[in-house]
């Protein structure tokens, strides 16, 4: 009997010990979630303050006039003097922080960048980018800062050095200023994490502002920054852009550095990541390349090709031959989306180009097999492994299901295909691959990639416009609607230059049109998409601009014509 009392004392105690361990540990992870949450509020206030110094020393700056002036003008003012360069930095010092109030975009403020304006001198040969103020996505590294992907185990871990991209930055004259807000892992296109929380639509605050890049969509969608730079992944850049009404540019995955750029899921080469601008309209995305294209960029980065910017491909008047297609017949496109391709379509044609059907073909496959198989071969442990020792897991709807044995996965998988094949070949999609496997996965890549482009120049296109997911979904959702990254997901595995460029808004008939929604498979997700866009009347909607890999320059091009012919049509304003 005394034997048995011991026993369960001492597994009583031992029980004990372990949930005071578990709790000291978990009270000790919520502390430096409560330090980082100050410290971004210490951010604010020190914006503010910077401000109001600014403001009380000169108060007869017209803020409002620099803040309306498009990037290229912006720069010549800043290049020529007619513009001090204090001026403009705390222009957007105040409008950023009246945009991070209002939509929690900003995660920490770069405070020596007051430093950097006050050392900035315009002598010699000025950078291109000359004094303008510039944001950076948190998985970005800024010496002396965190990059933490919202996971709290990188809080209070400052990096040592400045990544390529804002050591080229800073000598091209720019001047970091803020870094902005991510979903935990960058693995969503929402922008949600425990640390920072959520980031809000600046357009309308119940709906999301997109992501990765979300915190950048929101800042610069209100206005907050005049250009920043992000990642993009799935559509991590382009999502942001279309959700929030603005531009963005996912070059070809190398074309600029990725190095000192945090990963969501490091290692992983089957579905290409890129760093890439965002901005308010094409011609701020295209002096940002020209800027960043330079022997400073090839040096510091031998892996980067060096390829400066090509004007004349640029500048070009050339009639275009541009391919197009309305849907990927995987996820339907909202009324809104398919009306943007068919306008946008009849203004190039009025303009003199040659607009040609595309066929796209299997991109159900194409998605499941090479985008989610590829992101996730080891089923994904790389990306669980992320969240060990966190407080809480992942909103990805597949989280559950990345723990489950293979077994089970494919057993699930089976028993669901006859109903369900959506969610089938998803189960399917994320079951752990021996190396063989993988190798195999990344040549069907490849030759997938071949046949594309064979495809693309048997029409002997120029450039394709294609669907962008729009409008904007309801916070919350995107981590419902994981298939609906189709559209953009597939120029990763591709490995395409894509850009996003707004050309209309929901009318009331788009409304009116959606009631009859009801998606190519009727699952779930058909369902939640109707859901998710309802009540849209006036948020924007976007088109997706395409060429070929390392035709950067041609696709900015027609990003640019795209946009010159929809201000020109009045048809988006």
């Known amino acids: 009997m005394q034997l048995r009392l011991r026993a369960v004392l001492c597994c009583s105690a031992a029980s004990l010990l372990l949930l005071l361990l578990r709790w000291r540990r978990r009270s000790g992870l919520w502390r430096k979630v409560k330090a980082a949450r100050q410290r971004q509020e210490r951010s604010l206030v020190q914006m503010e303050a910077a401000v109001q110094r600014f403001r009380e020393q000169y108060p007869s700056v017209n803020v409002v006039s620099i803040l309306k002036l498009p990037l290229p003008e912006l720069t010549k003012k800043l290049q020529d003097g007619s513009l001090p360069l204090e001026h403009v930095f705390y222009a957007y010092v105040g409008k950023a922080l009246q945009m991070a109030t209002e939509t929690n975009c900003i995660t920490e403020y770069l405070q020596e960048s007051e430093t950097h304006v006050q050392k900035a001198t315009p002598e010699g040969k000025l950078g291109l980018l000359y004094g303008v103020p510039v944001s950076l996505k948190d998985s970005i590294d800024c010496q002396d800062h965190d990059s933490t992907l919202g996971f709290i185990k990188n809080i209070n871990k400052p990096v040592a050095e400045d990544s ?34 959520q980031t809000f639509n600046p357009l309308l605050y119940t709906r ?99 390829l400066p910017f090509n004007e004349e491909v640029y500048s070009s008047t050339q009639p275009l031959r541009i391919g197009y297609y309305e849907t990927d017949f995987f996820t339907m496109p909202s009324p809104a989306m398919r009306r943007a391709i068919r306008e946008t379509k009849k203004l190039l044609e009025d303009a003199g180009h040659t607009l040609v059907p595309f ?46 044995p293979n077994w089970l996965k494919t057993a699930l998988s089976w028993i669901t295909k006859p109903f369900m094949p959506r969610v089938s070949a998803m189960l399917a999609s994320v079951r752990a691959n021996t190396v063989d496997q993988v190798w195999s996965l990344h040549h069907e890549i490849e030759e997938f990639s071949q046949q594309f482009i064979a495809q693309w120049k048997k029409l002997n296109l120029d450039v394709m416009l294609c669907p962008m997911l729009g409008p904007a979904l309801g916070i919350g959702y995107p981590s419902k609607l994981s298939v609906a990254v189709s559209y953009t997901m597939l120029y990763n595995a591709l490995d395409f230059p894509a850009g996003v460029v707004p050309v209309t808004t929901v009318t009331d008939e788009d409304e009116e049109e959606l009631k009859g929604y009801q998606g190519y498979f009727r699952d779930f997700w058909d369902r939640t998409m109707a859901k998710a866009i309802s009540g849209s009347v006036g948020l924007p909607v976007s088109v997706q601009c395409v060429a070929l890999p390392w035709q950067e320059e041609l696709c900015l091009r027609f990003m640019k014509e795209v946009e010159t012919l929809v201000l020109k049509s009045n048809s988006f304003i």
Do not use: H
């Not at 004259?173 to 920072?196: E, H, R, W």
């Open 359 to 404: 066929e796209l073909m299997n991109v159900d496959y194409a998605f499941f097999n090479f985008c989610v198989r590829g992101v996730f071969a080891d089923g994904g442990a790389s990306f669980l492994r992320k969240f060990k020792g966190e407080l809480e897991e992942s909103s990805l709807g597949l989280f559950w299901l990345m723990k489950s």
């Open 208 to 306: 999301s502002p997109g992501g990765s890049t979300g915190g950048e969509g929101a800042l610069i969608g209100g206005g907050g920054s005049i250009l920043g730079f992000g990642t993009d992944l799935g559509g991590s850049l382009r999502f942001p852009a279309a959700f929030c009404g603005i531009c963005a540019f996912k070059p070809t995955g190398n074309r600029l550095s990725k190095k000192g750029v945090v990963s969501g899921i490091p290692g992983q080469k089957a579905v290409t990541a890129a760093v890439g601008p965002i901005a308010k309209d094409v011609e701020s995305l295209a002096l940002s390349m020209r800027a960043l294209l330079c022997e400073d960029m090839f040096s510091l980065d031998s892996s980067v090709p060096p």
């Open 164 to 197: 390529v991209l804002v050591q080229v930055l800073r000598r091209q004259g720019a001047i970091p200023f803020v870094k902005t807000n991510i979903p935990q892992s960058l693995i969503s296109y929402d922008c949600n994490n425990l640390i920072f929380g």
